[in-house]
């Protein structure tokens, strides 16, 4: 009896650690600090008179939170979590792909697939070298300044990114 519980045990421990080998552990991106980073770009944008939207993804492109100034236009709602789809898609800021779609007439499809939105004013969210989510601006009079809000934005949470 005691040897057929040990094997059990054994048999459990040698499992688990197959499995271990079969998940990954990532860093996640809470709602709370999603909605902040949101709310700093738009205010980050105001304080230079530019009405913009905000939106947090996490690393899937999934939206987690949305934030748009009373006074910015309908369009950058969808804009912006477009912008930041597209920036967690490719793990890259838009800025980076339209000067890649620019200079390769070959990739210019990528402009074509839905959600993903060559603009600047997307901007990665990362812990070290991964990604861990996106946040996307629309809605300054062009995409430099929405990605410097986003920039100053994930600035200003980086001792809570860990």
């Known amino acids: 009896m005691k040897s057929s519980l040990l094997?059990?045990?054994?048999g459990v421990l040698a499992g688990s650690r197959v499995l271990a080998q079969d998940t990954?552990?990532?860093t996640r991106l809470k709602a709370r600090l999603a909605v902040n980073i949101a709310e700093m770009a738009v205010a980050e944008c105001a304080v230079d008179g530019?009405?913009?939207s905000a939106a947090v993804t996490d690393r899937s492109g999934v939206l987690l939170?949305?934030?748009r100034s009373e006074k910015a236009g309908a369009h950058t709602a969808d804009?912006?979590?477009q912008k930041a789809f597209t920036t967690a898609s490719s793990r890259s800021p838009t800025s980076a792909i339209v000067e890649n779609v620019a200079g390769n007439p070959r990739i210019a499809w990528l402009a074509d697939l839905p959600d993903y939105l060559?603009?600047?004013g997307g901007v990665p969210i990362k812990?070290?070298?991964e990604t861990i989510g996106a946040v996307g601006v629309a809605g300054a009079p062009n995409g430099g300044l929405d990605e410097d809000c986003a920039n100053i934005a994930i600035e200003e949470v980086k001792s809570r990114l860990n």
């Open 127 to 129: 812990v070290g070298e």
């Open 50 to 52: 530019y009405s913009v």
């Open 118 to 120: 060559v603009l600047a």
């Open 65 to 67: 939170a949305l934030v």
């Open 7 to 10: 094997a059990a045990a054994i």
């Open 24 to 26: 990954v552990q990532k």
């Open 79 to 81: 804009a912006s979590r």
